[in-house]
């Protein structure tokens, strides 16, 4: 789901695709791509990410024993608790101007070297948290990266109709609609490698 909305994000903001496609070019050899020396691409992954993950919530967990706060909530033993993922990543005490798309937000001023996709911050709990982080979060964010720097290195791409609801809810989960159609070709002559 991921990489569907890391798509949606650079068919409804172009602006990032000339940038992130000279980082690729100029991070692509024979024998691959340079992820590591791609801080606009993690950056831009890492933002669509916080604005349409893929759970409302996130670190569910269940009260062995009862617990109180110190601002005095309750929780009872056998409540679930979890984070609020999606409010979080809309949130000003978070993020400056949290409702905008900022594709290059997690690189650090003045340089081109930021957060990570794959950190782990209580502020950002997109892998979970602590021990019972994704630990697969790292193979994930080379995947998702790769096949990304290849659509953009090799194609042009496209919403057929970018007013169309791309998702829909189920439980806590936000699913990208099937229905949703993807326009794909390969980059013109000119636009860089045939």
């Not at 340079?34 to 990410?49: A, H, Q, T, V």
């Not at 937000?105 to 950002?124: C, H, M, S, V």
């Amino acid at each position: 789901m991921t990489l569907t909305y890391a798509l949606y994000d650079l068919y409804l903001h172009p602006e990032y695709l000339e940038p992130l496609r000279r980082e690729v070019d100029n991070n692509w050899t024979e024998d691959g791509y340079l992820l590591e020396k791609m801080p606009l691409l993690d950056s831009f992954i890492k933002e669509s990410s916080r604005l349409n993950g893929s759970e409302t919530t996130s670190l569910r967990r269940k009260a062995m024993r009862r617990f109180t706060f110190s601002n005095g909530i309750e929780i009872a033993s056998g409540d679930v608790v979890c984070v609020p993922l999606q409010a979080m990543g809309r949130d000003s005490t978070y993020f400056n101007d949290p409702e905008t798309f900022d594709g290059f937000r997690f690189l650090a001023k003045g340089e081109q070297k930021g957060t990570e996709f794959t950190e782990l911050n209580p502020a950002y709990p997109y892998w979970g948290y602590g021990k019972t982080a994704c630990p697969g979060r790292f193979y994930i964010a080379v995947v998702l990266k790769t096949i990304l720097a290849h659509m953009l290195r090799k194609y042009e791409f496209g919403l057929a109709d970018v007013n169309a609801a791309r998702t829909f809810s189920w439980r806590a989960t936000i699913i990208p609609r099937p229905s949703t159609k993807l326009l794909i070709r390969n980059r013109r002559v000119g636009y860089g490698e045939q």
